[in-house]
């Protein structure tokens, strides 16, 4: 079955510094999201991508933050001035736009930890 | 901002019993419910979902029903298994064409008991 893959598993960063985190969809799909999901706390959404530009962004996704598809297959999002609270992990999410009843399908994660 | 609420942190369940987890929402927009399991270190794996025009979907041991009035919608796993035992969360969007965010509940701990 498609999966959604995620690079790397694991980022440790110094605060301040710039990071990105990677994410290849599954093929056929549109719509490309980024979650984070702090510890001990819910799921939330940052920003949905579609025909290479933002859809919709949550306040958490703030000046720091930019998304990318530079080809065909990955889907970033960067990071540019990380911060402690930016400590969390990072889902990336994906699905298909063609009928109705289509769930996002996500990755496994990148667990980001700024020093 | 407790748009979808969990209100049941965790829930413990003899094998071959049902299981039943339950969420609630505020937002009379949503259009389109969802159940995802999560296991550790890997992202939520998507279970079952329903669109508000119905009132109950199922797929195999996974049932899903919505009372739209009440604002709730519940889980059912019958028979529960030992594998079953994962962090479940209930989600809501406003479209059920994929392509608007999902709002998360809290989660749900579901540990089976052999």
């Known amino acids: 079955e498609p999966e959604v893959t995620q690079t790397p598993s694991h980022q440790v960063t110094q605060m301040g510094q710039e990071v990105i985190l990677r994410c290849v969809p599954i093929?056929?799909?549109?719509?490309f999201y980024w979650y984070r999901q702090i510890l001990g706390q819910k799921v939330e959404f940052l920003v949905s991508?579609?025909?290479?530009?933002?859809?919709?962004k949550s306040e958490i996704f703030d000046d720091q933050f930019s998304v990318e598809r530079p080809d065909g297959s990955n889907f970033t999002l960067k990071i540019r001035s990380t911060k402690l609270e930016d400590s969390a992990m990072y889902f990336c999410?994906?699905?298909?736009?063609?009928?109705?009843?289509?769930?996002?399908?996500f990755g496994d994660g990148t667990r980001l930890s700024i020093l | 901002d407790q748009q979808v609420k969990q209100n049941s942190p965790s829930l413990s369940v003899q094998e071959g019993r049902i299981s039943i987890l339950n969420c609630d929402y505020t937002?009379?927009?949503?259009?389109?419910f969802l159940w995802y399991k999560k296991y550790p270190a890997e992202g939520p794996t998507f279970l079952i979902s329903?669109?508000?025009?119905?009132d109950k979907n199922e797929d195999g041991r996974f049932t899903v029903f919505l009372n739209k009035s009440a604002k709730h919608l519940s889980l059912h796993i019958v028979p529960s298994q030992p594998g079953d035992s994962a962090v479940y969360f209930c989600?809501?969007?406003?479209?059920?064409?994929?392509?608007?965010?999902?709002?998360f509940g809290t989660g749900t701990r579901l540990t089976i008991i052999p």
């Open positions: 991508f579609y025909n290479n530009e933002i859809s919709e």
């Open positions: 329903i669109s508000s025009i119905k």
């Open positions: 999410a994906s699905s298909s736009h063609t009928i109705s009843n289509q769930p996002q399908h």
């Open positions: 093929s056929n799909h549109l719509y």
């Open positions: 937002n009379s927009m949503f259009d389109y």
């Open positions: 989600a809501a969007s406003g479209s059920n064409f994929g392509n608007e965010k999902l709002t």
